[in-house]
């Protein structure tokens, strides 16, 4: 499998949180489709999921406040990220085979990161619930830290600059389009992954091909 090849080439590994790391791209469509709705720009989780999957959340605000007939103040930013944080905390999850593909990396002294779309404050949630933050202590990248969120390539050229890597040698595991693209534009090889509400289909340019399981990586 390319994805196997890639991950033996590998000096850096790059993960995207939600969705890849922890099981939160089941929660933040529903929370984003009722509150969109509620401001008056009426969403499904599919169509949320569709426009904003691998997005930051500054996109997301714009967005909102674009088509809402009653467009929402900074506010609604926060009750958002309350209400995901909350959601999760009530039931955190890693993606499955995150532990054993983390603990294969480990095995093979091959450093990893995290360059996620969210926030600081929701990726050290999530990791903190899910009891990942130790393994990613420093090494912890978002939206945030960058003048352009995915899927432009700034996100994870920052961290493979922080890290001191080349793009080249750096392997993104991405469940988004955005992502894909993002990881793309960096010049970085990039598996999609499928294991939580993305299809195939949308990962399709992935460059690497896709899986639908973390552990086909290690086997």
Known sequence: MRAQAALRDARLVIFDCDGVLVDTESIGPQIVAAMATEAGWP?????????????????????????????????????????????????????????????????????????????????????????????????VFSADDVAAGKPAPDLFLHAARTLSYEPEHCLVIEDSPAGVDAALAAAMRVVGYTGGPTDTAALAH??????????????
């Open 206 to 219: 992935a460059d690497l091909g896709v899986v639908a399981d973390l552990t086909h990586l290690v086997t």
């Open 43 to 139: 969403l499904t989780a599919e169509e949320v999921r569709h426009r904003f999957l691998g997005r930051p959340e500054s996109y997301l605000y714009e967005q909102i406040r674009a088509h809402a007939t009653t467009p929402p103040g900074p506010e609604w930013l926060t009750e958002y990220r309350t209400r995901v944080r909350d959601a999760f905390a009530a039931r955190p999850r890693t993606m499955p085979g995150v532990r054993e593909l983390l603990d294969h990396l480990d095995a093979r002294g091959l450093p990893y990161c995290v360059a996620s779309s969210g926030s600081h404050e929701r990726i050290a949630h999530s990791l903190e619930v899910t009891a990942l933050q130790g393994r990613f202590a420093g090494r």
